[in-house]
């Protein structure tokens, strides 16, 4: 009995330090095989504080809420600098039209085909991150995303998600893809990155940037 004890004892020792080993090796630095896609926003997340905020729908934009709200209280909190904190915004499957800016959500309908309603119970007919509204209290100045990128913030789109956007261009206008997809880009919100798929984006956040991954929408 007291062997088989021991024994025990010592599987739980070993079951205890492997369990607080890394499960996996850290990632390697690895070199795009080609110019398709912007891979330098990696290198611009140097805060000591790291987040990527996933954003697979749509939630009114609450998404980038949580982002700026997450470095508005670590301030409050800790009183960290903004350069103390780096936040990715990841844009993906039925959130992607949040990276669309406000003249291609007054000529697409982007709010009814997708039920998309504001708090007025209408459809939207803008994006809700795109601006600031009209009338919004100064709390509120910082929760668009010119101004999350211009603070240093990132934002990246799926490109998988955005060929719906292209698919409903090409038909509003009658287009090919290329013609379509060509003019869907001329909508996106300047600063935008998009990426192979959203999923690559989180994923490469957390293994090649060192973020923390929260859901956010």
Known sequence: MTIRRREFLGSLGTASVAAALPRTAAAPVLAPVGDTWDMAWAERVKGKYRAVFDSPGFSNGEALFRA??????????????????SAVLVIR????????????????????SNKLKNDKGGWFDRNPIASTSPGAPPDFAD??????????????????AFKGVVALVKK??????AEAEKLARTYLIPGVILQPSGVFAVLHAQQAAGCHY????
């Open 68 to 85: 700026v709200c997450w470095s508005q209280d670590y301030k409050t909190v800790y009183g960290t600098n903004p350069q103390d904190m």
């Open 172 to 177: 509003e206008n009658k287009l090919q893809d």
């Open 143 to 160: 929760m668009n995303i010119p101004k999350f990128i211009s603070n240093g913030g990132i934002v990246l789109g799926c490109n998988l």
């Open 93 to 112: 499957h039925e959130g992607i039209w949040l990276a669309m800016n406000d003249a291609f959500w007054k000529k697409y309908p982007v709010g009814k």
């Open 214 to 217: 929260i859901l956010a929408s």
